[in-house]
């Protein structure tokens, strides 16, 4: 090969591989349409009050929620409340994804994501900052930043505001962290998520979170206001249930013929060996389970 031709070929490759993107990183940017084919009851009808089954919640946690009322959300103060980071991908996210480029590096500064219930936008850094101190003011959004591994962007989110978990009273607090996952196949979003929290969770809580691609959709904005659904209720009053006295926390049980230890939670719940252990707990009697349902 000639001089003048091998100096040509070899300056043709080095500009390709400067037009690869870094670190094997993929453009996740486009519109993403959530689908609901995993816990699909949960997340549309919502949860079942007492279904603690699967989460490695403490017993201070689960106290807690034996306490929570569902008419909670009708006070006005919590209507408009936003799905917090460690939740809003579980609602009924239909997802705008954006870069943010620096315009002379053409560097990604920034992956955002839009359209979580309370437009929590999520803002996650890609250049290198720091998260902030601990007595940094905490969002609902939390605090991101993000790093490629092969084609995985991988997410760390502090700084969450106390929100929950799951919209029966499993709730987080506001020391709760995040560690995602997000990888596209193609037309096809995942995002796993682990939720930490030395609170009130005993291991991680870890789901996983489908979209499809879908040029054609539209992310609208909106506002959220705040009205009285409940008239003539006393001023300062907030609904709850004093400790054992809640009486629908066995409804659960009884309805789906579960045994009752098992919808309690906790680390134990979370693994296939406990199927084995389940094979031994009494369950609700068919005939009791048929008339508390109805």
């Not at 006070?75 to 480029?101: F, K, V």
Request: aromatic share 10%.
């Amino acid at each position: 090969m000639r001089p003048s031709i091998a100096f040509f070929v070899m300056a043709l490759m080095s500009l390709q591989g400067l037009a690869q993107p870094a670190f094997a990183q993929v453009d996740l940017s486009g519109e993403w349409a959530a689908r609901f084919h995993e816990d699909q009851f949960e997340r549309i009808p919502g949860p079942e009050v007492g279904d603690y089954s699967g989460i490695p919640l403490n017993d201070d946690l689960r106290l807690r929620a034996d306490t929570w009322d569902a008419s909670l959300l009708t006070l006005l103060e919590e209507q408009c409340i936003p799905h917090p980071a460690t939740y809003s991908l579980r609602g009924p996210a239909d997802l705008r994804i954006t870069n943010d480029i620096d315009p002379v590096t053409q560097q990604v500064r920034a992956v955002i994501i839009y359209g979580t219930f309370g437009r929590a936008t999520r803002m996650i850094w890609m250049d290198g900052r720091p998260h902030p101190p601990e007595y940094a003011p905490h969002t609902w959004a939390g605090f991101s930043t993000g790093r490629w591994e092969g084609e995985t962007l991988t997410v760390e989110t502090t700084h969450i505001k106390a929100g929950y978990l799951r919209r029966n009273g499993v709730v987080h607090s506001d020391q709760a962290t995040i560690t995602e996952h997000i990888y596209r196949h193609g037309d096809v979003l995942t995002i796993t998520s682990i939720r930490e929290d030395p609170v009130y969770l005993d291991e991680p809580f870890v789901q996983s979170t489908n979209w499809v691609s879908n040029p054609v959709q539209f992310v609208p904005g909106g506002k959220c206001i705040p009205e009285t659904e409940i008239a003539n209720r006393k001023k300062g009053y907030v609904p709850h249930h004093l400790p054992g006295t809640n009486d629908q926390l066995n409804d659960y049980s009884l309805k789906y013929g579960v045994p009752y230890d098992a919808t309690r939670g906790g680390r134990e719940t979370m693994y296939p060996e406990y199927r084995t252990k389940l094979k031994t707990m009494p369950i609700p009697p068919p005939k009791q389970a048929a008339a508390k349902a109805q």
